[in-house]
């Protein structure tokens, strides 16, 4: 099978070295600071790289405001340029493709699968996350986990993760939910669990803030809460859970950690990759 490989971080370079040992052919364009790519597959046209594939493989995340997610490349093309550079009945998998850019790929005959809608991917990247996690708070802490005392904010995949491998090192875990039935779940696994309600006259006792939730759920006041040696760790996407530069202004040490799959273990997230999107093939073959 025929592969183009456009943008990406090192797991997307590790994912180019997986395709070539399965024998698939490959292109890669936007990965030409891939130190460990073989330089044969680079090729600095977009067109040239997608021109006569069966799968094109955008980055997980695809885009960032508009800009094809290329943190290896001096290219930076618009997810309009990718677009125009398609073939109808091309297959394009990526992860959190933009919705005009779905809409139209369909439009143009494209054949889309979004990998951040596989609940197996999902489920892989939130353990690759929250083992990123644990790694991010022990190299930029002098505390140790066992003991301390850890505040999550958010019960979804990640935090219900991440609050498991918290509890095995011995930490003091306490979940602020907004759902009384994620709170109780949080209890019976070993947690305190408060709601963000409760939250503000408790934030003097953590040693360790880590936020989930996508959206401002640490208010300003919350913040100036919090002890001066506290450490706060985003695994959120924009807009994230609280305002860092002002967290940063009063003192706090904030840690900005977002994807952590694709910098913390990338052979593993490539792996990851690599197997949703042979169920993605199989399916659609399976199917026809």
């Known amino acids: 099978m025929k592969f183009a490989l456009v943008g990406g971080d090192e797991r997307s370079a590790m994912l180019a070295q997986l395709l070539c040992a399965d024998g698939h052919k490959l292109r890669c364009f936007a990965l030409e600071k891939a130190e460990h790519l073989p330089a044969e597959l680079k090729v600095g046209c977009l067109q040239s790289c997608v021109y006569g594939a069966d799968c094109v493989l955008l980055p997980v995340p695809a885009e ?43 439009r143009g005959g494209l054949l889309v699968a979004d990998l951040m809608t596989r609940p197996a ?16 708070l022990m190299e930029n802490s002098p505390r140790s986990l066992w003991q301390s005392t850890v505040l999550l904010t958010g019960w979804g995949r990640i935090g219900s993760i991440l609050a498991q491998r918290l509890l095995g090192l011995g930490a003091r875990v306490t979940v602020a939910a907004r ?73 706090l040490t904030v840690l900005m950690a977002p994807g952590l799959p694709g910098s913390c273990c990338p052979y593993t997230a490539a792996q990851l990759m690599q197997r949703a999107v042979y169920e993605i093939i199989r399916e659609l073959e399976e199917s026809m």
């Open 64 to 106: 960032r405001g508009g800009l094809l997610h290329a943190p290896l490349s001096a290219e930076k093309p618009s997810m309009v340029e990718v677009m125009a550079a398609l073939w109808p009945g091309q297959l394009v998998c990526g992860g959190k493709l933009g919705e005009e850019f779905c809409l139209q790929a369909v």
């Open 179 to 251: 759902k009384g039935a994620q709170r109780a779940m949080a209890e019976a696994m070993g947690c305190r669990a408060v709601s963000f309600e409760e939250l503000e006259s408790r934030l003097g006792g953590f040693d360790f803030v880590v936020n989930t939730v996508p959206a401002p759920v640490l208010t300003d006041a919350m913040l100036c809460c919090l002890r001066p040696d506290c450490l706060l760790l985003e695994l959120a996407s924009l807009p994230g859970g609280f305002d860092r530069q002002l967290a940063e202004n009063i003192g």
């Open 121 to 136: 991917f999902l489920v892989g990247n939130a353990v690759l996350t929250a083992e990123g996690a644990l790694q991010r």
